[in-house]
């Protein structure tokens, strides 16, 4: 079991930034991959970015050149950077992680923060 507890959320006008963080409540350096997503209201929830074990990251399309996602392996966090911040943005994001140990595959999520960018 994983426990995430996101931070960082909060309101910020556009063209602002901000930065979330994700802590894991144990190591999370088995941990396959690392995400962040972000629901709307109204809508579905959605990705938003990935990091593998590796360091290897992917993005949305919508966020690709304004958010970077990391991860410090050392203090069991993942990170999303938000910059140049859009009222669109607006939503709650969610960090998951997926760990692979031998055939099973585990998912968890954490409780969300919320983001809110004012135009």
């Known amino acids: 079991q994983v426990q995430l507890v996101e931070s960082g959320g909060g309101l910020v006008q556009a063209g602002g930034s901000l930065r979330l963080s994700c802590a894991a409540s144990?190591?999370?350096?088995?941990?396959?991959?690392m995400g962040w997503y972000r629901q709307a209201p109204g809508k579905q929830r959605e990705w938003v970015a990935t990091?593998?074990?590796?360091?290897?990251?992917n993005y949305a399309d919508s966020v690709k050149g304004r958010f970077t996602i990391s991860r410090d392996n050392a203090k069991n966090t993942v990170y999303l950077q938000m910059n140049s911040l859009k009222p669109e943005d607006t939503a709650v994001y969610y960090c998951?992680?997926?760990?692979?140990?031998?055939?099973?595959?585990?998912?968890?999520w954490g409780q969300g923060t919320q983001v809110t960018v004012s135009s």
């Open positions: 990091i593998t074990s590796g360091g290897n990251t």
């Open positions: 998951k992680v997926v760990e692979i140990i031998l055939t099973s595959t585990y998912e968890y």
């Open positions: 144990r190591s999370i350096f088995t941990i396959n991959t």
